[in-house]
């Protein structure tokens, strides 16, 4: 199969906030998707998507499918741009589409639908001013986030707050950087676990991983937080998390889990691949934070892979799922 891979390069640039480019993909990723489809027989372009390169590129090219990880560039929408433009052309691409993409992207209504279907997801409210009366419904400890961001952008263990002046102090503060409303929604205390489902002729819900974080406490994190995901791994930081794949749960929580994710994940409309982030709290209530339908693919660094591994699958036959499952539906878009 003639291929595509389209990405946005993570870059290094002192001049932009530390988290700019949090959620672009490292030079590693990409190599490592190439040689994936490489492996699996496929030839393969790369498409750096910064404009004109996307366009340019297929004014001179045709291919059989493009294998998409882009996040794209502009605001809330971001992560459909890409899709939209191979909409437009009629070019098939590997994942969710324009509409999943830019609803996942979007918490607080991800977080409705999530509601309407009795798929449980922390009490919320969305602040849009800074200055709205907060919900008598919402109980301390609150988290605030960013309302369309990832990679944990803006979500910082100061982001948990116990009581109204540093609530009201960070939903402002979110608001102003990230320009955009704030997500508070109640901190669920419990495990952090995080769901892979992979579409590939039938729809496989991958073993559940577990994230400890008690091994980090001397950092002073404690939840996947951007300086735990940015950092992950440095011992001289004590951001060394445990990962427990499958998740050490009993079989019923673990079956309650799984149809949480893939609940979510059907509500939502994604397609291949997604990874629900969980929450289970101390009555086992699987509280789904959010779906994303790019979950990261680095293979030693992401959890997608770590749990696609534990299914007894290489990295490589991770790719060829993905690119088989998007080419079962070509021409049925
Ligand atoms: N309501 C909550 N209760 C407890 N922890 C939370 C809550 N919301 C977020 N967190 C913590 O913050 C982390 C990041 O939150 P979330 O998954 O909503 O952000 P994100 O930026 O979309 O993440 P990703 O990197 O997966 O794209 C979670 O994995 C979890 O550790
Ligand atoms: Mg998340």
Request: charged share 30%.
């Amino acid at each position: 199969m003639k291929v595509a891979l389209t990405y946005n390069l993570k870059k290094k640039d002192p001049l932009k906030p530390a988290d700019y480019f949090s959620e672009c993909d490292s030079e590693e990723t990409i190599n490592s998707v190439v040689s994936a489809l490489k492996t699996k027989g496929h030839s393969v372009d790369t498409i750096d998507v910064e404009y004109p390169a996307l366009f340019s590129y297929f004014r001179k090219n045709t291919v059989d499918m493009v294998f998409n990880i882009a996040e794209g560039k502009h605001g809330r929408f971001r992560e459909s741009e890409v899709p939209a433009v191979l909409d437009y052309l009629n070019i098939p691409y590997t994942g969710s589409n324009t509409f999943s993409l830019a609803l996942a992207l979007n918490k607080a209504l991800t977080k409705k639908i999530l509601k309407a279907e009795n798929i449980p997801t922390p009490n919320f409210q969305l602040f849009t001013r800074g200055d709205e009366v907060l919900s008598a419904e919402l109980k301390f400890p609150l988290i605030v986030k960013p309302n369309c961001e990832g990679s944990a952008k803006g979500i910082n263990k100061a982001n948990v707050v116990s009581n109204k002046e540093d609530l009201f102090q960070k939903v402002k503060e979110c608001i102003d950087v990230y320009r955009q409303e704030a997500l508070v929604e109640e901190f669920i205390e419990g495990k952090e676990l995080t769901v892979g489902i992979l579409e590939n002729g039938k729809t496989r819900v991958l073993p559940i991983l577990e994230i400890d974080f008690s091994s980090c406490k001397k950092s002073g994190e404690y939840f996947y937080s951007w300086k735990m995901k940015e950092f992950q791994g440095d011992s001289e930081l004590g951001l060394v998390p445990e990962f427990y794949c499958p998740a050490r749960l009993d079989e019923k929580t673990e079956a309650i889990v799984k149809e949480a994710a893939l609940r979510t994940h059907r509500a939502v409309g994604c397609l291949d691949i997604s990874r629900t982030d969980i929450r289970l709290d101390k009555f086992n209530i699987p509280y789904v934070l959010e779906i994303n339908p790019l979950p990261g693919l680095d293979p030693k660094e992401s959890n997608f892979p770590i749990m696609a591994y534990a299914a007894g699958m290489k990295y490589e036959d991770l790719i060829e799922a993905i690119l088989m499952s998007a080419s079962e539906r070509k021409g049925l878009n």
